[in-house]
């Protein structure tokens, strides 16, 4: 008798295009984030560096460029870690980790130092100038004033979704990988509102702070939305911490108790 032969389904063993989302989505994640810091920075950057030259305003401190390298570093890591995730390769990103329990609290550090000093500066640079000068200068301050609460928002917010992943990383690596990602969106704002063809509500209200993020956690929500019929906890979480974050931040800019307190803490004025 004669033995028929089965030949193999056309595809089978084929990885499918949600296995590959699934495996790929962080890496596109982190990638998308990075992008998202070029285009924000590079174009600002570029600019500032020809204000300072043209004398319009005083040189970057090295709380600028302190600031500057961690950010890259931590948004490395990020990349570095998913991609090595996505590759199989689980015990190298466990010993890259240990990098971020480093870079998260100089982030910190150097964004808390960075704010103050770049007022100083400000306030130095216009000392003795023109009358025009002087005018752009206060004008930069009291901008500056309420930017300063969208600061302290991530100097809060982003430590504690870091400190939360982290914590999950052995417990749920579910939670604990979209809540990296997630900590890195909180600072992001410092990247959208500086690309000029966004809508910026700034300085008037600072909303747009909080709509810009909603498009970056969109493929990752929607992706696990599609995937799991629910939210994930890691959104819950973040909007308890973002939420009540952003209705202070709303409440306190332009009002007059924050533009009387918050001067001389920020550069002695």
């Not at 949600?18 to 989505?25: G, M, P």
């Not at 300063?148 to 870091?162: E, G, K, S, T």
């Not at 992943?165 to 052995?170: N, T």
């Amino acid at each position: 008798m004669a033995t028929q032969v089965h030949s193999p389904a056309k595809g089978a063993g084929a990885p499918s295009l949600t296995a590959f989302i699934d495996r790929w989505i962080y890496v596109f994640m982190a990638a998308m984030l990075v992008v998202v810091v070029l285009v924000g920075f590079v174009p600002d950057s570029l600019g500032k560096i020809a204000a300072v030259q043209a004398g319009e305003r005083p040189p970057f401190p090295v709380a600028m460029h302190a600031h500057a390298v961690l950010m890259g570093s931590w948004m490395s890591l990020l990349l570095a870690q998913t991609t090595l995730m996505a590759t199989g390769r689980k015990q190298g990103h466990m010993q890259l980790g240990l990098l971020s329990m480093v870079l998260a609290p100089a982030l910190i550090i150097a964004g808390l130092v960075l704010v103050p000093t770049n007022l100083q500066l400000m306030v130095e640079f216009g000392a003795g100038g023109s009358a025009e000068m002087q005018a752009m200068v206060q004008g930069f301050l009291v901008e500056m004033t309420d930017i300063a609460l969208l600061q302290l928002r991530i100097a809060i917010c982003f430590p504690i979704l870091v400190f939360l992943a982290l914590r999950a990383r052995k417990s749920d690596p579910a939670l604990h990988k979209r809540l990296i990602v997630l900590a890195t969106i909180a600072p992001m704002p410092a990247a959208t509102d500086r690309m000029a063809f966004l809508y910026n509500a700034m300085p008037a209200s600072p909303w747009t702070a909080d709509l810009w993020p909603l498009f970056l956690i969109a493929p990752m929500f929607l992706w696990d939305l599609y995937r799991q019929g629910s939210i994930h906890r890691a959104y819950w979480i973040y909007a308890a911490i973002q939420v009540p974050a952003a209705l202070i931040v709303n409440l306190l800019w332009g009002s007059e108790w924050w533009h009387s307190v918050a001067p001389p803490i920020l550069y002695g004025g």
